[in-house]
């Protein structure tokens, strides 16, 4: 993971900017879990139009793709899943999917 593509402390949405998501959460979709030795994984797909109101200091300059997001901050964007989960990755050709692990002996 890029540690310069990801925050210290989270950047929390306004009222504002969350109600612009609200129409967007019941189409999150999330997908099965699939795991190695070591984590448990799964990816979540925004909807693609999302993308278009979702703050731009989400987002990586340099790619264009949202950079990694602390739990608060995919949280806040509507995306739920139990405790443990941790944003690692964005998937570039499809900037619309997010990549999520955590370990397999999380309690």
Same mark, same amino acid.
């Given at each position: 993971?890029? =540690? #310069?593509?990801?925050? &210290?402390?989270?950047?929390? !949405? =306004? ?11 019941? =189409?999150?979709? +999330?997908?099965?879990? +699939? =795991? ?11 909807? &693609?139009?999302?993308? &278009?109101?979702?703050? &731009? ?6 790619? %264009?793709?949202?950079?990694?997001? !602390?739990?608060?901050?995919?949280? %806040?964007? %509507?995306?739920?899943?139990?405790? %443990?989960?941790?944003? +690692? ?11 999520? #692990? ?6």
């Amino acid at each position: 993971m890029d =540690s #310069k593509n990801r925050r &210290k402390q989270p950047r929390l !949405l =306004s009222e504002p900017e969350r109600a612009r998501l609200e129409e967007f959460q019941d =189409s999150i979709h +999330y997908s099965s879990r +699939y =795991s190695d030795d070591n984590f448990e994984y799964r990816h979540v797909t925004l909807p &693609k139009n999302m993308l &278009k109101v979702i703050p &731009k200091d989400y987002f990586d300059t340099e790619t %264009g793709t949202l950079r990694i997001l !602390l739990e608060d901050e995919w949280r %806040g964007l %509507g995306i739920t899943q139990s405790l %443990g989960w941790e944003h +690692y990755e964005t998937h570039t050709p499809e900037p619309h999917i997010l990549l999520f #692990k955590r370990s397999k002996d999380y309690n």
